[in-house]
Every structure is written in C-alpha cells, then in structure tokens.
C-alpha cells in the first residue's frame, strides 16, 4: 500500500467515523509525576491514572474523585451542558468528515460506565450500585442528561449524525459486571430514555461492550438498542449463536477474532466464513473484529480476510 494511502479506500471498505463531546467535570489536569516508561496524571473527573509510554495496555487507575455522595453532590453542577463541551472545531472537523461517504457516530461513554471507570471506580461503583442504588441512579441521569443536552446543542449547530455509539464495558470475560435485576432497576429507565430520544429522530444507537454478552443482549433489546459490539471471541460470544438466538431483533457487529487473523490464511478463512455465512442470514451483521487490531496482524494477513470477507458477505 502507498505510504500515503488510506487504508479503508485502499481495501475498498466502510468508514465508521466518531464525532464527540467533552463528558468532564472540567477540572484542571495536572501531572504528579513522570518516569521513562509511564506518567502518573490527573484528568479533569479528577481521576488519577498512570499512562504506560510504550505499551498498548489500558491506563491504570489509582484513585477517583467521588468517593461519597456528598462529593457527587458538590460537583454534579459542572455537568450542564454547553457548546463549550464541544471544542473550537469541533463543526469544522465534522464537515471534514461529512466530505467523506463514512457512517458518522456521536461517541460518549454510556452512563453507567463514565460512573464505574470515570467516576468513582469499579469497586466502589459497583458497591454503591447495591448500597446506595439512588446516588447512582442519580449520577446515570445526569449524565443522560448530558448526551440528551448536547445532541440538540450538537444538531442546532448544523450537524447531522447517522448513530450515537455509546461505549460501556459493563461485563467481562463470565459474564455482566452486575445482575440482570439491578439493571432493570438501575440502568434500563435511561437507557430506554436514551434509545426512544433517538429512534423519535432516525438515530440508531449501537452498544459498544467488551466481555461475555449473552447475559446483556435481551436486556439491551428490551432497552431499545439496534445494535451490539464487538463481541469478543474469547469471552464466549459467537455471532452464529447469538444470531440463532436474537437475530431478528438486534444487529451484531463483529466476532471476527484477532487472534484468529494473526494465525494462517487457512485459520483467517475459517474464522471468516463460518461466522459470517450465518451471521449475514436475513441482513442485520456488519464485519468487523472483536477487538483493536494488534501489531501483530500483518498487512497481508489484514488483506486477506478483507478479502475473504468481501467474498462470503455477498447476498
């Protein structure tokens, strides 16, 4: 491939774009300290992280800002919404990428998860999910409220978005980060609120979540949302599976294993073709892989499932 090729036209594929707000308290950020392989900072929820240099390992969390619901309630005021959330060119760059025949999303952390990872951590968010389901509830609000205020600020500017694509890793490699009932009880009212906002304009709204779904999807179809991904291989998700199951109420995205595109073309084939031959059944699948593709993958491994990809998806 040329150096200064586009990868996605060079392959001939879909462009999925991302347009986002800034979902922060507004705090000023600062760094504690910096070595040569990491930098310990604090961002602006005032969530301390340390960030690995050279790795591709996610930001390790050291200590978050809400710790009771007294501090939820000192700085829950700064989550109004404004164009100031949006950054100076912000209208610029979603006309650069309306240049392009991409499927433009709205990207924001769902609620729940800005609550768990942002907010206040998981073990504690998680035990305040049980202990003090109100304080949460209440905090899943505010920040539906957010995506709700910034859509129309967002729309009144012009901007026209073909999805909102809310990322929430709310389940891991056994299954959901909490029971099925304390999402009915917790989640369900702002995620329906969310998913009905945006069916009442033409928005799908797609559900990003790593870790094993099976548990999730019927709740999430309750909920109203079009579709799921990534669908991770090694969490024991398989899209033929799920689509046997709940095909024709949700679309999947994904499930093509990473680990199986770093193998032979005899494995990258096999991957493919058995996946996709059955989630394509009836429409309602979109290719893609079940994860960040790695270094790992080479160039021509990557072509080759394109390829296959575009041979079996067929109709």
């Given at each position: 491939?040329?150096?200064?090729?586009?990868?996605?036209?060079?392959?001939?594929?879909?462009?999925?774009?991302?347009?986002?707000?800034?979902?922060?308290?507004?705090?000023?950020?600062?760094?504690?300290?910096?070595?040569?392989?990491?930098?310990?900072?604090?961002?602006?929820?005032?969530?301390?992280?340390?960030?690995?240099?050279?790795?591709?390992?996610?930001?390790?969390?050291?200590?978050?800002?809400?710790?009771?619901?007294?501090?939820?309630?000192?700085?829950?005021?700064?989550?109004?919404?404004?164009?100031?959330?949006?950054?100076?060119?912000?209208?610029?760059?979603?006309?650069?990428?309306?240049?392009?025949?991409?499927?433009?999303?709205?990207?924001?952390?769902?609620?729940?998860?800005?609550?768990?990872?942002?907010?206040?951590?998981?073990?504690?968010?998680?035990?305040?999910?049980?202990?003090?389901?109100?304080?949460?509830?209440?905090?899943?609000?505010?920040?539906?409220?957010?995506?709700?205020?910034?859509?129309?600020?967002?729309?009144?500017?012009?901007?026209?978005?073909?999805?909102?694509?809310?990322?929430?890793?709310?389940?891991?490699?056994?299954?959901?980060?909490?029971?099925?009932?304390?999402?009915?009880?917790?989640?369900?009212?702002?995620?329906?609120?969310?998913?009905?906002?945006?069916?009442?304009?033409?928005?799908?709204?797609?559900?990003?979540?790593?870790?094993?779904?099976?548990?999730?999807?019927?709740?999430?179809?309750?909920?109203?949302?079009?579709?799921?991904?990534?669908?991770?291989?090694?969490?024991?998700?398989?899209?033929?599976?799920?689509?046997?199951?709940?095909?024709?109420?949700?679309?999947?995205?994904?499930?093509i294993s990473v680990e199986a595109l770093s193998g032979t073309k005899l494995q990258i084939e096999e991957e493919i073709r058995s996946k996709v031959v059955k989630a394509k059944e009836g429409g309602?699948?979109?290719?893609?892989?079940?994860?960040?593709?790695?270094?790992?993958?080479?160039?021509?491994?990557?072509?080759?499932?394109?390829?296959?990809?575009?041979?079996?998806?067929?109709?």
């Open positions: 491939m040329p150096e200064d090729a586009d990868p996605v036209k060079y392959l001939g594929m879909d462009s999925f774009l991302f347009v986002s707000y800034d979902d922060c308290l507004g705090l000023e950020m600062r760094t504690l300290c910096e070595t040569g392989e990491k930098v310990a900072r604090v961002d602006s929820d005032g969530a301390t992280f340390v960030y690995w240099k050279n790795s591709y390992a996610p930001p390790q969390p050291l200590d978050f800002l809400i710790k009771t619901e007294e501090d939820w309630y000192h700085y829950k005021h700064c989550l109004i919404p404004g164009e100031d959330r949006l950054g100076k060119d912000f209208v610029k760059n979603y006309k650069k990428l309306r240049e392009t025949d991409g499927f433009i999303c709205l990207s924001q952390r769902e609620p729940c998860w800005k609550v768990l990872a942002a907010m206040m951590g998981l073990e504690k968010g998680l035990l305040y999910m049980f202990r003090n389901p109100q304080l949460v509830y209440d905090m899943m609000e505010t920040y539906a409220d957010l995506l709700l205020g910034m859509y129309d600020i967002i729309a009144g500017k012009g901007v026209e978005i073909d999805g909102v694509y809310l990322r929430g890793d709310l389940a891991y490699k056994k299954g959901m980060l909490f029971s099925p009932e304390l999402y009915d009880r917790l989640l369900y009212p702002h995620h329906k609120r969310i998913t009905n906002f945006f069916r009442s304009k033409g928005i799908p709204v797609i559900h990003h979540i790593d870790g094993d779904v099976r548990q999730y999807i019927p709740l999430i179809i309750k909920s109203g949302f079009n579709a799921i991904e990534p669908l991770e291989s090694r969490a024991n998700n398989d899209v033929r599976e799920l689509k046997e199951r709940w095909g024709t109420k949700i679309a999947f995205m994904g499930n309602g699948y979109i290719f893609t892989t079940d994860g960040s593709v790695p270094p790992i993958i080479s160039w021509s491994n990557y072509c080759y499932a394109v390829k296959i990809a575009k041979e079996v998806g067929q109709y």
